[in-house]
């Protein structure tokens, strides 16, 4: 691990320019033979350069980084601040063999590739997204700006890791998979999510009955008795009728949409709705 005296071959502005060039090409040079591996190579190149000024000790530096790779872009930046300071460390000297660098790359990428798209795009993509899309529906120009949020949002958050790893090297990795870090990140994104589907469903869910009841000379509409008992009752109640459905049946979403489409089409055939 590092500490604050322990000199450094880079600078503040080399890890920050190393992460920038990997925001910008991770997804640009994606190939089916080394998927992120030129993206990789290209973030390393003017650092490896600097750390390795032997021409040979360079070239075998970017033909490390040339082998194949695929992870999360936000969350690899876990990897690659870690690999930064192995990299770091080896041209200081330390015995750090190239094959421990692959490897380390190599075994970490598939896990936290796999944490990455759950909490990001599993998790707070789709609440950000459904935002966007209840205030587009109405008209409102705020919903093109959520995405526009979220992604400022993903970029400190992989500037962050990178620095993260880079500042604790390889022990950044097991700080944040051990020390409670994803889980919190995940109890968060739960949380919220099931606030936001609780508000986007009591304003983008209808449902609304016509049946009223004739006492004496009075007529008693059942949907506003309703409304004075729970507002927005029967919309409630329709939520929960397919959460039960898919969480306890097992229903698929083809199989859901089927049953709400015969549930309306008979609902207005018996004048129900």
Same mark, same amino acid.
Request: proline residues 2%; charged residues 20%.
């Given at each position: 691990?590092?500490?604050? *005296?322990?000199?450094?071959?880079?600078?503040?502005?080399?890890?920050?320019?190393?992460? =920038? #060039?990997?925001?910008? *090409?991770?997804?640009?040079?994606?190939?089916?033979? #080394?998927? /992120?591996?030129?993206?990789?190579?290209?973030?390393?190149?003017?650092?490896?350069?600097?750390?390795?000024?032997?021409?040979?000790?360079?070239?075998?530096?970017?033909?490390?980084?040339?082998?194949?790779?695929? *992870? /999360?872009?936000?969350?690899?930046?876990?990897?690659?601040?870690?690999?930064?300071?192995?990299?770091?460390?080896?041209? /200081?000297?330390?015995?750090?063999?190239?094959?421990?660098?692959?490897?380390?790359?190599?075994?970490?990428?598939?896990?936290?590739?796999?944490? &990455?798209?759950?909490?990001?795009?599993? *998790?707070?993509?789709? $609440?950000?997204?459904?935002?966007?899309? +209840?205030?587009?529906?109405?008209?409102?120009?705020?919903?093109?700006? @959520? $995405?526009?949020?979220?992604?400022?949002?993903? @970029?400190?958050?992989?500037?962050?890791?990178?620095?993260?790893?880079?500042?604790?090297?390889?022990?950044?990795?097991?700080?944040?998979?051990?020390?409670?870090?994803?889980?919190?990140?995940?109890?968060?994104?739960?949380?919220?999510?099931?606030?936001?589907?609780?508000?986007?469903?009591?304003?983008?869910?209808?449902?609304?009955?016509?049946?009223?009841?004739?006492?004496?000379?009075? +007529? $008693?509409?059942? /949907?506003?008795?309703?409304?004075?008992?729970?507002?927005?009752?029967?919309?409630?109640?329709?939520?929960?009728?397919?959460?039960?459905?898919?969480?306890?049946?097992?229903?698929?979403?083809?199989?859901? =949409?089927?049953?709400?489409?015969?549930? +309306? =089409?008979? &609902?207005?055939?018996?004048?129900?709705?």
């Amino acid at each position: 691990m590092e500490n604050n *005296t322990e000199k450094h071959l880079l600078t503040s502005k080399d890890v920050t320019m190393t992460y =920038l #060039r990997w925001w910008w *090409t991770a997804e640009l040079s994606n190939s089916f033979e #080394r998927m /992120q591996a030129l993206a990789v190579a290209a973030s390393f190149g003017k650092v490896l350069k600097k750390l390795y000024p032997d021409k040979e000790e360079y070239k075998k530096a970017l033909k490390r980084h040339l082998t194949f790779f695929n *992870t /999360q872009a936000i969350w690899g930046g876990l990897i690659h601040g870690s690999v930064l300071a192995m990299e770091e460390k080896r041209a /200081q000297g330390e015995e750090i063999p190239e094959e421990v660098i692959t490897d380390f790359k190599t075994g970490l990428m598939g896990p936290i590739a796999g944490i &990455g798209d759950a909490i990001d795009a599993g *998790t707070f993509l789709a $609440i950000f997204s459904a935002l966007g899309a +209840s205030f587009a529906a109405q008209g409102n120009i705020i919903g093109a700006f @959520f $995405i526009v949020i979220w992604c400022f949002i993903n @970029f400190w958050e992989g500037f962050f890791f990178f620095k993260y790893g880079y500042r604790l090297g390889r022990d950044s990795i097991s700080k944040v998979l051990q020390g409670g870090m994803v889980k919190s990140i995940i109890k968060c994104g739960s949380i919220l999510g099931m606030f936001m589907m609780g508000a986007l469903s009591a304003s983008m869910v209808k449902l609304d009955t016509i049946i009223s009841v004739n006492i004496g000379e009075k +007529s $008693i509409s059942l /949907q506003e008795t309703l409304d004075k008992i729970a507002p927005g009752l029967l919309p409630l109640s329709l939520v929960f009728f397919v959460y039960w459905g898919m969480v306890y049946k097992k229903w698929n979403a083809s199989k859901v =949409l089927w049953i709400l489409i015969v549930f +309306s =089409l008979v &609902g207005a055939l018996l004048k129900i709705f």
